[in-house]
């Protein structure tokens, strides 16, 4: 009777786990990390990109941001508006005409203290040919597409 209460209670546990898993996998918004998972800060200090780690992460506004070192942490947690890529980190040009574009941690440039992404490298081509131009059009775009879903664009 003990093997079969067991047996039960087993097949009841893996059945439980199979169906509760579809629950969290389709939940990426608390798993998702900002800029992809590349440290905000190493732009600014290193010169460069800089993939974070999971070991030095910190919280802002409801979006996880890893960083390469408790150093690049710690600056971020005293002043993170100062590191935080323009337009949620979508691309500049996106949000200029007026869209919401996934950006490239790679593909990048920091304007008067404002760090920039771009989509790829071809779109921030265009993007270079008026910088000014088209961060003045994204400033004035994006109060009106900050808060909707990027397919509704």
Not at 86 to 105: E, H, L, N
Not at 110 to 128: A, P, R
Request: hydrophobic share 40%; proline share 6%.
């Amino acid at each position: 009777m003990k093997m079969m209460n067991a047996f039960f209670v087993s097949v009841f546990a893996v059945f439980m786990a199979i169906t509760a898993m579809p629950a969290f996998a389709t939940d990426v918004t608390h798993s998702t990390p900002g800029i992809s998972g590349y440290d905000p800060v190493a732009y600014f200090t290193e010169g460069k990109p800089m993939r974070g780690s999971g070991y030095h992460v910190a919280n802002h506004e409801g979006v996880a941001y890893a960083f390469a070192s408790k150093e690049n942490k710690e600056m971020f947690e005293a002043n993170p508006d100062k590191y935080m890529p323009a337009y949620g980190g979508y691309c500049a040009y996106g949000a200029a005409v007026g869209k919401k574009f996934v950006s490239d941690p790679e593909v990048w440039k920091i304007v008067d203290g404002t760090l920039y992404l771009n989509l790829d490298e071809g779109i921030q081509g265009k993007w270079n040919e008026d910088i000014p131009g088209f961060i003045k059009k994204a400033d004035a775009n994006w109060k009106a597409i900050k808060d909707k879903d990027p397919s509704d664009l």
